[in-house]
């Protein structure tokens, strides 16, 4: 059973810089889909960024702004968040997706003066 862990957030003043990490517990290349998602309170998850094998995919909201990546030797996806907006603030979780879907907990992100 696959696991992930999340690492990274925290609070972080608007314009700020973020690079949170999403740590597997085996090989990430088997998977050809790994997404960061995030849910703020009161909102549904949205998605936030894919990495998938016909490239990457990001939000409107984000383009430009966040990039997401991943170290295969590592078995790690970031997702480099840049020019931080206080409406950020939310909850980021990591999703991998082969035969079956694997969340990972979830870290806090607060962009806050």
């Known amino acids: 059973q696959l696991q992930l862990v999340e690492s990274g957030g925290g609070l972080v003043q608007p314009v700020g810089s973020l690079r949170l990490s999403c740590a597997a517990s085996?090989?990430?290349?088997?998977?050809?889909?790994m997404v960061w998602y995030r849910q703020a309170p009161g909102k549904q998850r949205e998605l936030v960024a894919a990495?998938?094998?016909?490239?990457?995919n990001y939000a409107d909201s984000v383009k430009g702004r966040f990039t997401i990546s991943r170290d295969h030797a590592k078995n790690t996806v970031y997702l480099q968040m840049n020019s931080l907006k206080p409406e950020a603030t939310a909850v980021y979780y990591c999703?991998?997706?082969?035969?079956?879907?694997?969340w990972g907990q979830g870290t806090q992100v607060t962009v806050s003066a």
């Open positions: 990495s998938t094998s016909g490239g990457t």
């Open positions: 999703k991998a997706v082969r035969a079956s879907i694997y």
């Open positions: 085996e090989s990430i290349r088997i998977f050809n889909t």
